[in-house]
């Protein structure tokens, strides 16, 4: 488990394309990911990278006119508070924040670390998360399930 935690510190974020750190992600076990959670800075790290992420992977083509505030609640673990940022996607862009806004938003995504990086890089299903009751949504359920059409989500290969 320490050397899934190394790998990941040492990893240069700007270096490592969304499909690498999707392939990353799916070699690591559901114990890994959750040592990796427990280490409070390296957790931050991995969600702001992943974040910062989102408003480059965003097709602005496929959301159209789409306006909304999706809201992510990544539970806490290991004594770790939970972490919350927003994604908004108006007038054909996205941007992201860290934190809770006072703005209501159209959908609230309620899930843990691991479910989350197994989300985001592609190696879950947002549908069998939901279903398996992994992941929490709560407002618009049908904007919840087009989500992937409105970024670019790797594709983890072998």
């Given at each position: 488990m320490a050397d899934a935690i190394s790998?990941?510190?040492?990893?240069?974020?700007a270096s490592v394309t969304p499909e690498r750190f999707a392939r990353i992600?799916?070699?690591?076990?559901?114990?890994?990911?959750?040592?990796?959670?427990?280490?409070?800075?390296?957790r931050k790290r991995v969600l702001d990278e992943v974040f910062g992420r989102m408003e480059r992977q965003f097709r602005p083509e496929a959301a159209g006119t789409l306006t909304a505030l999706l809201r992510w609640r990544i539970t806490g673990s290991g004594g770790n508070p939970e972490a919350v940022y927003e994604t908004r996607i108006a007038d054909g862009g996205c941007t992201v924040r860290e934190g809770r806004s006072?703005?209501?938003?159209?959908?609230t995504f309620v899930?843990?670390?691991?479910?989350?990086?197994?989300?985001?890089s592609g190696n879950a299903s947002p549908v069998t998360l939901f279903v398996l009751r992994k992941v929490k949504v709560v407002g618009d359920v049908a904007l919840a399930a087009a989500l992937t059409r409105y970024f670019d989500i790797p594709r983890p290969g072998a």
């Amino acid at each position: 488990m320490a050397d899934a935690i190394s790998r990941i510190a040492g990893l240069d974020f700007a270096s490592v394309t969304p499909e690498r750190f999707a392939r990353i992600v799916k070699g690591l076990s559901g114990k890994e990911i959750a040592a990796i959670a427990r280490d409070g800075a390296l957790r931050k790290r991995v969600l702001d990278e992943v974040f910062g992420r989102m408003e480059r992977q965003f097709r602005p083509e496929a959301a159209g006119t789409l306006t909304a505030l999706l809201r992510w609640r990544i539970t806490g673990s290991g004594g770790n508070p939970e972490a919350v940022y927003e994604t908004r996607i108006a007038d054909g862009g996205c941007t992201v924040r860290e934190g809770r806004s006072e703005a209501a938003p159209r959908v609230t995504f309620v899930l843990g670390d691991a479910e989350f990086l197994k989300l985001v890089s592609g190696n879950a299903s947002p549908v069998t998360l939901f279903v398996l009751r992994k992941v929490k949504v709560v407002g618009d359920v049908a904007l919840a399930a087009a989500l992937t059409r409105y970024f670019d989500i790797p594709r983890p290969g072998a």
